[in-house]
């Protein structure tokens, strides 16, 4: 079982940056493939970004190439999504999930086991 919580949300204003953060714990958190989703409200979740375990392997939606990079840190078993020029478009409440399947980095949200309970992202105009 892997516990997941995000922090570093926040209210922003259009053009600026936030860094995203989701410690992982339980299990071997080190040996999964991390993702990111946001909901924003009325709207579906949505796939931001996905890193494998090794970190060697990234996928972005296409809206976020570009201004959004995740990485992580296994040492710490925590993952990142530093997000750049940010948009009011951008609002949601960001997700963070671990998928068993270690190499997977794909946008689908049913491949992921578990979900942290996520971090809220504001940006204003």
């Known amino acids: 079982q892997v516990q997941l919580v995000e922090s570093g949300g926040g209210l922003v204003q259009a053009g600026g940056s936030l860094r995203l953060s989701c410690a992982a714990s339980?299990?071997?958190?080190?040996?999964?493939?991390m993702g990111w989703f946001r909901q924003a409200p009325g709207k579906e979740r949505e796939f931001v970004a996905a890193?494998?375990?090794?970190?060697?392997?990234?996928y972005y939606a296409t809206p976020m190439k570009g201004r959004f990079a995740i990485s992580r840190d296994n040492a710490k078993n925590t993952v990142y999504l530093q997000m750049n020029s940010l948009k009011p478009e951008d609002t949601a409440v960001y997700y963070c999930?671990?998928?068993?399947?270690?190499?997977?980095?794909?946008?689908?949200?049913?491949?992921?086991?578990?979900w942290g309970q996520g971090t809220q992202v504001t940006v204003s105009s």
């Open positions: 339980g299990g071997t958190s080190s040996s999964y493939a």
């Open positions: 890193i494998s375990w090794t970190g060697l392997s990234t």
């Open positions: 999930a671990a998928s068993s399947d270690k190499y997977y980095t794909g946008s689908f949200y049913y491949k992921y086991d578990y």
